[in-house]
């Protein structure tokens, strides 16, 4: 049910940074391509996948997929298992996919946390 109310429900949309992150998508195929954020928050983000032609070139059918996101250079990345949730495409043909985390390896929630709170400080959290 949490998945369902967490989708679909009229709670508050969480605190999001407008950020470009490098993000590795951990599939058979892909094997650790990099991708880019264009927001993040501490339930999800949303990157730019135009490299592909599709979303199920990237997930290979896959229904979560793990993504390692680099918050800090030289500190390991933010591991977590995340789900696509929507698609679409942007002015000039550009693809872009909001995913949800679905599980977090880990201190991965805590790691976001603070980095969204100190994007908020920052004046780049919305």
């Known amino acids: 049910m949490r998945f369902w109310k967490q989708l679909f429900g009229k709670r508050r949309r969480p605190l999001r940074a407008q950020i470009r992150l490098p993000v590795r ?6 094997n650790g391509r990099v991708f880019w954020t264009e927001d ?3 339930g999800g983000l949303r990157m730019d996948i135009s490299e592909v032609s599709a979303l199920g070139d990237l997930t290979r ?13 030289g500190q390991p990345p933010v ?13 000039g043909e550009r693809l872009s996919c909001g995913w949800m985390f679905c599980r977090y390896q880990g201190n ?11 994007q908020r400080k920052a004046g780049h959290a919305v």
């Open 25 to 30: 998508v951990d599939t058979e195929v892909e």
């Open 40 to 42: 993040l928050s501490v």
């Open 61 to 73: 059918g896959l229904r979560e997929v793990g993504l390692s996101i680099e918050l800090d250079p």
């Open 79 to 91: 591991e977590t298992v995340a789900e696509p949730v929507w698609t679409t495409r942007a002015e």
């Open 108 to 118: 991965a929630r805590e790691r976001l946390t603070a980095f969204i709170e100190m």
